[in-house]
Structures are given as structure tokens and as C-alpha cells.
T-cell receptor
Framework: AQTVTQSQPEMSVQEAETVTLSCTYDTSESDYYLFWYKQPPSRQMILVIRQEAYKQQNATENRFSVNFQKAAKSFSLKISDSQLGDAAMYFCAYRSGTSGSRLTFGEGTQLTVNP | KAGVTQTPRYLIKTRGQQVTLSCSPI?????VSWYQQTPGQGLQFLFE???????NKGNFPGRFSGRQFSNSRSEMNVSTLELGDSALYLC????????????FGPGTRLTVL
């Protein structure tokens, strides 16, 4: 079974600074996808960024980028120029390429952005 | 397009009762998945329905069941409620042809007293 681990329960960052959230996963599959989701206090789960395992290039979405280390099974999220609206719980998630839409989530990292 | 909608948003039940939650996916999406979110267990996958068929199932007891209708709307049912069933229940819809895009609804907060 696949597992996803987020070792940082809480992180904080100053507004306009950069922060990196860590995620490791365990799988024996070669075809899979990785995601970072953001869950603000409203509880609405929002997709931040995704990475296909077969792509070597790290995904980037505006101020959000990932460092995907396939051999190390590591998938960290970097948030640049942090904004107050980035404050939320962030979840790393894994999805197999062969078993539908099922997501396996990490424990989450609560990000605080200080003004 | 309208987003994923879930009804009701909040629900209070007592132990032993049963409850039905509803999820309407984004128009055109044929896959609906359900997740349970609790402080202790985090986010756990319940099941996925695709074109009215259960395609995947998580490790939950048989008290948890679901179904999907021909218009892709899905319901999940929990029978004989226990205190531990108190949780936020999230559903997510996906276009079955695009495995990258999955969108979540706002959730139903279930409290069991």
C-alpha cells in the first residue's frame, strides 16, 4: 500500500518570504501522480499543483513550485513571495495511475503567514 | 461551470440513526469519490463511483455505503451511526478522461451525539 508522510505538522513564514513544505511517499508503482492541496479555514480543498511521475521537469504554478526527487520519493512544495492568503493546511497526496481517482493523503502541514 | 455541491452542509444526528449525504459533481464529470476527514485519522478514502459502478473502495465497515445515479449525482449512506463517525465528509468529482483534474466540494459536517 502507498503511504504519504508530511513530517512538519506546522510551519510559519514571514509575508513575502519563501517557505518549503516537505513530503515523502512510498510506492512500488512506476505510474502515479502527486499533488499538493490547500485547505483554508473554509475547508474547501483546492488543488495547488500536480506532478506526473513520468515527467522529470518539476511543475510550477506561479508562486508555487515543487522539487520532485523520484529516486528519493520526495515531493516538496516551495511557496515564493508568501502572501497572507496562503495561510492554510497543506496536504500532499498520491494517486496511482492505474486505480481511478483514489487519493492517499499525508497528515498535513499547517502553514501560518506572519505579516 | 458550477462547482461540486454537497448537501446538507451541516448535520446533527444521534447514535444509532442513519444518514444520507448527497454530492452533485461538476457537469460532465462521471467519477465521484468520497473522503472522511477527522482530526485523528486525517483524510481517508471511502469509495469511488464511476458511471454508476463502484470502482474503488477504502477500508471502512459495511455501514458505509454509496451509490451513483445516471446523472452522476452520488449519495453516501451511513447506518447505525457511531460517535466516531463525526467528521467532515468531502466528495470530489473528476472527468474520467482526465486523470489530472479532481475537484472537491465544500463538505458536509456530520456531528453524531
Amino acid at each position: 500500500a502507498q503511504t504519504v508522510t508530511q513530517s512538519q505538522p506546522e510551519m510559519s513564514v514571514q509575508e513575502a518570504e519563501t517557505v518549503t513544505l516537505s513530503c515523502t511517499y512510498d510506492t512500488s508503482e512506476s505510474d502515479y501522480y502527486l499533488f499538493w492541496y490547500k485547505q483554508p479555514p473554509s475547508r474547501q480543498m483546492i488543488l495547488v499543483i500536480r506532478q506526473e511521475a513520468y515527467k522529470q521537469q518539476n511543475a510550477t504554478e506561479n508562486r508555487f513550485s515543487v522539487n520532485f526527487q523520484k529516486a528519493a520519493k520526495s515531493f516538496s512544495l516551495k511557496i515564493s513571495d508568501s502572501q497572507l492568503g496562503d495561510a492554510a493546511m497543506y496536504f500532499c497526496a498520491y494517486r496511482s495511475g492505474t486505480s481511478g481517482s483514489r487519493l492517499t493523503f499525508g497528515e498535513g502541514t499547517q502553514l501560518t503567514v506572519n505579516p | 461551470k458550477a462547482g461540486v455541491t454537497q448537501t446538507p452542509r451541516y448535520l446533527i444526528k444521534t447514535r444509532g440513526q442513519q444518514v444520507t449525504l448527497s454530492c452533485s459533481p461538476i457537469s460532465g464529470h462521471r467519477s465521484v469519490s468520497w473522503y472522511q476527514q477527522t482530526p485523528g485519522q486525517g483524510l481517508q478514502f471511502l469509495f469511488e463511483y464511476f458511471s454508476e459502478t463502484q470502482r474503488n473502495k477504502g477500508n471502512f465497515p459495511g455501514r458505509f455505503s454509496g451509490r451513483q445515479f445516471s446523472n452522476s449525482r452520488s449519495e453516501m449512506n451511513v447506518s447505525t451511526l457511531e460517535l466516531g463517525d463525526s467528521a467532515l465528509y468531502l466528495c470530489a468529482s473528476m472527468d474520467g478522461l482526465n486523470y489530472n483534474e479532481q475537484f472537491f466540494g465544500p463538505g458536509t459536517r456530520l456531528t453524531v451525539l
